[in-house]
């Protein structure tokens, strides 16, 4: 089988929506502080991007929350591979997640956090993919909806590989 990539959105579309997101985030948290969550592994690039062009301090943290294995198919189960470390309770914190799929990570993950007392808890995706939500789960910042199609690059993964892609591309497999 070959792995074919076409491209969906390209390097320059995603910098001039991510410093529009930025620039919406920077006057929302006017006089507050900024918690980023980034969920691991695909959301590294896009946080990293993003914090960037933040005009303020951004707090960074790490969780690793995948529910994904090396299929193109989402299980169930919320696996906390990795926790944080330190306490969320009264900060303002911002989910920095790759793509909202089915809604079931970001939902399970969202009532985990909420239990943790935040002040407040938002969520920005790179990616959101409406047609396939099983969870609902509400999104108060998304870069790009995108079809039903399993996309690669900016952070995002098929069987680890393409992670580092500067673009975001449909993945199709051929025959060789
Ligand atoms: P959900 O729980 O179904 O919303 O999916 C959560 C995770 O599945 C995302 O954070 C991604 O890591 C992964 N995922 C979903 N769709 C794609 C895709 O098209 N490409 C790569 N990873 C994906
Ligand atoms: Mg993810």
Redesign the pocket.
Known sequence: MTEKIDTLISKDIIIEKIKEIAKQIEKDYEGKEIHFIC?L???VIFMVDLARYINKNVYINFMDV???GNS?E?SGNLKILMDLDEPIAGKNVIIV??????????SMLKELLLSRKPESLKICTL?D?PD????Q?DIDYTCFQ?PD????GYG???AQKYRNLDYIGV?SFEEE
Do not use: A, M, N, P
Request: charged fraction near 30%; aromatic fraction near 8%.
């Open positions: 969920v592994k695909g959301g995948s529910s994904y193109t989402s997640e790759d793509i909202v799929d089915s809604g079931r990570t970001l990616l993919k396939r939500r099983v969870s789960v995108i199609e399993f996309v690669v995002l993964d098929y993945i």
